[in-house]
């Protein structure tokens, strides 16, 4: 079973920083396309980073030189740095998974919350 637990949210200042983690079991994060979404109360969520299992990351415009998604092969975590955050920043911040190839999936983590004040 392919879990996913996210953790690192919280609650910081305008032009402060937060890493998020992200937990994989059940999958290996190096062979999988791995995401960051985020989300905000009456819109739909939001693709934040994506690293690919060849490496290859994307990133939304509006976070793009402030944020970083990495990955850690032997912890088996994925992990986003968002520095310089903003208020427009906030919202609850969700890992997901695609999988594989050969192994498609749709994989979301529980999600954290992560509040910037101005």
């Known amino acids: 079973q392919v879990q996913l637990v996210e953790s690192g949210g919280g609650l910081v200042q305008a032009g402060g920083s937060l890493r998020l983690s992200c937990a994989a079991s059940?999958?290996?994060?190096?062979?999988?396309?791995m995401d960051w979404y985020r989300q905000v109360p009456g819109k739909s969520r939001e693709l934040v980073a994506t690293?690919?299992?060849?490496?290859?990351?994307n990133y939304a415009e509006s976070v793009k030189g402030r944020f970083t998604i990495s990955r850690d092969n032997a912890k088996n975590t994925v992990y986003m740095q968002m520095n310089s955050l903003k208020p427009e920043d906030t919202a609850v911040y969700y890992c997901?998974?695609?999988?594989?190839?050969?192994?498609?999936?749709?994989?979301w983590g529980q999600g954290t919350q992560v509040t910037v004040s101005s």
């Open positions: 690293i690919t299992s060849g490496g290859s990351i």
């Open positions: 059940g999958i290996t994060v190096t062979f999988n396309t």
């Open positions: 997901h998974t695609l999988g594989q190839l050969g192994r498609r999936l749709n994989t």
